[in-house]
Nanobody, 125 residues
Framework: QVQLVESGGGLVQAGGSLRLSCAASGRTFSIHSMAWFRQAPGKEREFVAYINNNGFSTDYTESVQGRFTTSRDNAKNTVYLQMNNLKPEDTAVYYC??????????????????WGQGTQVTVSS
């Protein structure tokens, strides 16, 4: 069983930055792709960013392109989300997720097998 633990959330003013971390348990971290999702109050969980197993391929939802960067350190079993120029509309609970299948869609909540507990990001205007 894989456990994912997010950290780094908090309250920040618009234009500020935060760096989220997601630490994974287990010995298979380096062979699986990872993603970040977020869920704002009253809204569905949505895709934010994706990174493949070796970190050479990333993908972002349009609203965060150029502001957010995801990376990973397989030696530390950790994936990161650097968030710059934050906007009030980025306010949400952010989740990291691990995908162990090669089928389905990287953008779909249903295609991820393991989830962290989430970390709150609040951006004030």
């Amino acid at each position: 069983q894989v456990q994912l633990v997010e950290s780094g959330g908090g309250l920040v003013q618009a234009g500020g930055s935060l760096r989220l971390s997601c630490a994974a348990s287990g010995r298979t971290f380096s062979i699986h792709s990872m993603a970040w999702f977020r869920q704002a109050p009253g809204k569905e969980r949505e895709f934010v960013a994706y990174i493949n197993n070796n970190g050479f391929s990333t993908d972002y939802t349009e609203s965060v392109q150029g502001r957010f960067t995801t990376s990973r350190d397989n030696a530390k079993n950790t994936v990161y989300l650097q968030m710059n120029n934050l906007k009030p509309e980025d306010t949400a609970v952010y989740y990291c997720a691990q995908r162990t299948s090669y089928t389905g869609s990287r953008y779909s909540v249903q295609d991820y097998n393991y989830w962290g507990q989430g970390t709150q990001v609040t951006v004030s205007s």
